[in-house]
């Protein structure tokens, strides 16, 4: 009898490709894939394969075969491919290899921001600013926003907000007409790409041409109190401009042209409403309409005035005086009722001011 001798029998079957193949990735770059363990016994490991094209040459980022059903692996995300492949192929005790198992998509993080828009033109105009633009040249962009905020402070306001979207033919322009033309103001145009990361143009300061021209007055309204004798006078305006300087009263009586009547600062229109109880923001108090009041200025006229010296005594004979009343403010007949036209208008102390406001007729 022969001596026993042991022997394996020839084992070229490979295993099954593992399964359920699934992968994601950090903002750090790491992919992370995961696999079902293969039903064969025999299965030593596993090894992973890599490519950048799902129908391209898969290279394989493991050194050797590893046990788990779960591997690490750090991408480069300093690239514009934002797609990397992977397969897994099982390893039996007799280095049969698997077929590679299905292909797992992974997306790598973007961390490169859209090429940023840029500002072409900007045109300032009374009152408003006009801007141009071309977009950015990145694929990936899906909406933009142009901002603005004060120069030198923060504060991004958006102003205008649309996709990105060539066949609606997104807008190349924009007019900022809410600016306040008192200060300058810094305006941006920002991208953003699918990933939610900015590309932004160059930051520009603008402001709006001034024609010293600010906002109207609203709301004004009088009424007479005290037999007519008072004039309350109420408007609204901005009420915390810090370069208000204060308010110019315009009069007028019956058919008169009108004329400048009285500055009033803004405590003293403030205080106003406190006097008067009024709603309004602003007020104003005319007492100067009791024409019965002794006259500021008079003049004497028609003076026909002889003299005798008798005896060194001065005596007066045929005395003859005419003094007639003169008032800036005084009509031609009060007696007879008279008709009292007011305006207002805001100023500011760097010159500017509002618009004439609408009269307000009070009949006395």
């Not at 953003?192 to 990361?197: E, M, S």
């Not at 026909?304 to 010296?309: E, F, I, K, S």
Request: glycine share 6%.
């Amino acid at each position: 009898m022969s001596p026993p001798y042991r022997s394996w029998p020839t084992d070229s079957i490979p295993p099954s490709p593992p399964a359920s193949l699934t992968g994601s990735c950090n903002r750090s770059g790491v992919a992370t894939l995961t696999w079902s363990r293969s039903s064969e016994p025999d299965v030593m490991g596993y090894r992973v394969f890599l490519s950048n094209m799902q129908e391209g040459d898969f290279v394989q980022i493991t050194t050797t075969w590893i046990n788990d059903t779960v591997y690490h692996y750090g991408l480069n995300l300093n690239t514009l491919s934002e797609e990397v492949y992977f397969v897994v192929k099982a390893v039996d005790f007799r280095e049969n290899i698997s077929q590679p198992s299905p292909v797992c998509l992974v997306q790598r993080p973007d961390i490169i921001p859209p090429a940023a828009p840029s500002i072409t033109s900007v045109r300032s105009e009374p009152g408003k600013v006009h801007f141009e633009w071309a977009l950015s040249s990145s694929e990936d962009v899906v909406d933009y926003e142009f901002q603005r905020k004060p120069n030198g402070a923060p504060g991004w306001v958006t102003l205008l907000a649309f996709d990105h979207d060539p066949q609606q033919n997104p807008p190349l322009a924009f007019t900022d007409s809410t600016a306040s033309v008192r200060r300058y103001w810094d305006y941006r145009l920002l991208a953003r790409d699918d990933a939610g990361l900015l590309g932004s143009s160059n930051v520009i300061k603008a402001k709006p041409l001034d024609t010293g021209l600010r906002d109207s007055i609203t709301n004004f309204t009088g009424h007479l109190i005290v037999n007519g004798n008072v004039a309350i006078l109420e408007w609204d305006y901005i009420k915390d401009d810090p370069d208000l300087a204060g308010f110019q009263i315009y009069r007028s009586f019956d058919t008169c042209a009108m004329q400048s009547y009285r500055f009033i600062t803004v405590e003293e229109a403030l205080d106003n409403v406190l006097t008067t109880g009024s709603n309004a923001l602003f007020a104003f108090v005319d007492y100067d309409l009791d024409f019965r009041v002794p006259v500021q200025t008079a003049y004497v006229t028609n003076v026909d005035v002889n003299t005798v010296v008798t005896g060194g005594t001065v005596a007066v004979i045929g005395t003859s005086v005419s003094v007639t009343p003169q008032s800036p403010n005084l009509p031609q007949n009060p007696q007879d009722g008279v008709i009292i036209n007011y305006w207002v208008m805001a100023r500011y102390i760097d010159g500017g001011y509002s618009a004439l406001s609408e009269g307000v007729e009070l009949e006395q």
